[in-house]
């Protein structure tokens, strides 16, 4: 099995929450979203509570948790924007 190296950006709230833009997580393969997922919410536990409205990207395309990544990916946590 090899690593998989995975930049994680965060948006809105969720940038709020982390304290920080991105960061790289590094995952064993094969790798999913799911996992990048759960490797965040264990250095960020606050991001779980907004994990349910969360839109995930992987590579400015819309995603789901049962996707599968590669080593260099982009995968971004999009909040809701809100506003009125």
């Not at 997922?37 to 992987?58: C, D, F, Q, R, S």
């Amino acid at each position: 099995m090899s690593d998989v190296k995975v930049t994680v950006v965060y948006m809105g709230q969720a940038r709020e929450v982390a304290k920080t833009k991105e960061e790289e997580v590094v995952l064993t393969s094969p790798a999913k979203v799911q996992h990048a997922i759960a490797n965040v919410v264990v250095t960020h536990p606050k991001l779980a509570e907004l994990m349910e409205t969360i839109k995930l990207l992987t590579n400015g395309k819309w995603t789901t948790a049962d996707a599968d990544l590669k080593n260099g990916d982009r995968l971004t946590l999009l909040p809701p924007v809100g506003g009125g």
